[in-house]
């Protein structure tokens, strides 16, 4: 077989080490960032004087071939094709002959592969930054279309005070906004150009890797030959990125998968994007926030394969590296569904306001009953104890808070005086949060003010 590596070789691979070790099958994904690199590196070659006017142009001519028949879907691949770059390399030689072979003066695969998988992050990347940016949108949009909608909000699962619905999908703008952040930040180190490292050592044909860096769309080079053909950072905080991304996906599949049951029917998934039983005709089922409920599995999988597999791994390239592939590829093709999927859940998503208003309970109130003995000068520790007293009244009556007559509610504290039925009232409640991040309806549409701000990127 005619590999790269074949000078030294006197056997023939043995069959299912080929296949074992052949990465063809996944890195095909990678054909146009490699046709990029070589055309950007074959020009370097150029400037530097190691290739002359016309060899460059024979190159570039070639490759260009190559990146034309790719995107129309007529490469062909050869049984021989090892990898992507073998393949670009093989199909070269086809195309213009011994020319061919100076591409790869001074490039070893290890800078190459390095280089074309922080291309095609940095394509991926701004993808999935756009996907995340409409999810925020969707929120921003259905919290400002709910804003007078009040529910139920929740600590251990148990009904605690009353939130605007608005207030409670907000919350995860700010989860979705960390992670926007955190992607652009790692996209910061991902636009290092490590192509000129070599194999490990560097590049011993002077070509200026600056211009080789700005050509590729880079903004900066590599410091270290040896860190840039090891380092797979950009791979790993991506699958970092995602898999909290995931987990911050899977809570809000949960809310609403939670939320949509009869037993809260609080809202409504739209019809497509659910699915029916196939035993059982009254059923809805919310498969589509299931998934995404269960996607955090895989995303969280692949982080934890690829830190398993680099983890004490000796210096610089080991063909270990090639197993970065397989889970980065797929946690960016699962964030590609998920993302959209749940933008339009969300856009779709219809809110039971009736539903919402019969689930709130006074007992959700106790806290601002308390706050009223504050007022009164109570210490709130003691408040709190007494408002206990209150509530065991409640149950014991099977009467709400704001029915308990006020000679009843004196015995338990004289501090109680005929104003207190006006804090008993769910719009009150979320009313008296009226700090910046509290419920109320002023507090909350200061947050949507910047949430929107920061999604036009002001
Ligand atoms: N297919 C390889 C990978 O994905 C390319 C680099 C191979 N380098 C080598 N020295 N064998 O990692």
């Known amino acids: 077989m005619g590999t790269l590596w074949g000078g030294r070789y006197t056997e023939a691979p043995d069959e299912l080490l080929w296949e074992f070790n052949a990465s063809l099958r996944f890195d095909k994904r990678l054909a146009q960032v490699d046709v990029r690199g070589s055309i950007a590196y074959a020009k370097a070659l150029g400037r530097a004087g190691i290739l002359n006017e016309d060899e460059v142009h024979i190159l570039l001519r070639g490759l260009e071939q190559i ?3 790719f995107s129309q879907g007529s490469f062909a691949f050869a049984p021989t094709d090892e990898d992507i770059h073998t393949a670009v390399e093989r199909r070269l030689h086809e195309l213009i002959g011994p020319v061919a072979g100076k591409l790869h003066t001074g490039r070893s695969r290890n800078d190459q592969v390095a280089t074309d998988i922080r291309l ?7 993808e999935l930054a756009q996907s995340l940016r409409a ?3 969707s929120i921003i949009a259905k919290a400002e279309e709910h804003l007078s909608v009040i529910m139920p909000g929740y600590t251990h699962l148990q009904p605690a005070q009353p939130v605007r619905f608005s207030h409670w999908l907000l919350s995860f703008f700010w989860m979705f906004q960390r992670d926007l952040e955190r992607l652009q930040d790692l996209r910061k180190r991902t636009s290092l150009c490590p192509l000129g490292a070599g194999a490990l050592a560097g590049n011993a044909y002077g070509i200026d890797r600056e211009a080789l860096a700005r050509e590729l769309g880079f903004t900066g080079v590599t410091e270290n030959s040896m860190d840039a053909v090891s380092d797979r950072d950009m791979v790993l905080e991506t699958l970092s990125w995602a898999a909290i991304l995931g ?4 809570r809000l599949a949960e809310d609403l998968i939670l939320w949509s049951s009869a037993e809260f029917g609080f809202v409504q998934l739209a019809e497509r994007f659910t699915t029916g039983s196939s035993l059982m005709p009254q059923k809805r089922n919310p498969d ?4 995404v409920r269960a996607k955090a599995g895989r995303l969280i999988g692949n982080l934890v394969q690829l830190l398993t597999v680099i983890k004490g791994l000796p210096s610089t390239y080991d063909k270990d590296l090639q197993e970065d592939k397989e889970p ?6 699962t964030l590609k569904m998920t993302l959209p999927i749940t933008a339009q859940v969300i856009a779709t998503l219809q809110v039971n306001q009736e539903a919402m208003q019969n689930a709130l309970d006074e007992a959700m109130l106790a806290t601002d009953l308390a706050d009223y003995l504050v ?6 520790r003691e408040a709190h104890h007494l408002v206990g007293q209150v509530v065991l009244l409640s149950e014991q009556k099977g009467l709400p808070l704001s029915k308990l007559p006020l000679e009843e509610l004196q015995r338990i504290s004289p501090a109680f005086g005929p104003d207190l ?8 409640s979320v009313e008296a949060r009226n700090v910046i991040g509290g419920t109320a309806l002023s507090a909350v549409k200061k947050q949507l003010q910047r949430a929107r701000m920061l999604l036009q990127g002001k």
Not at 247 to 250: A, I, K, R
Not at 288 to 291: A, D, G, P, T
Not at 328 to 333: G, N
């Open 288 to 291: 589509s926030m299931e998934l």
């Open 67 to 69: 990146a034309r028949e």
């Open 328 to 333: 980065l590829f797929d946690t960016l093709d």
């Open 421 to 428: 039925y006006d804090t008993l009232h769910f719009e009150a």
């Open 247 to 250: 987990v911050h996906l899977s």
């Open 375 to 380: 007022r009164k000068g109570i210490p709130f």
């Open 135 to 137: 999810v925020q949108s």
């Open 120 to 126: 095609y992050l940095l394509e991926v990347l701004d």
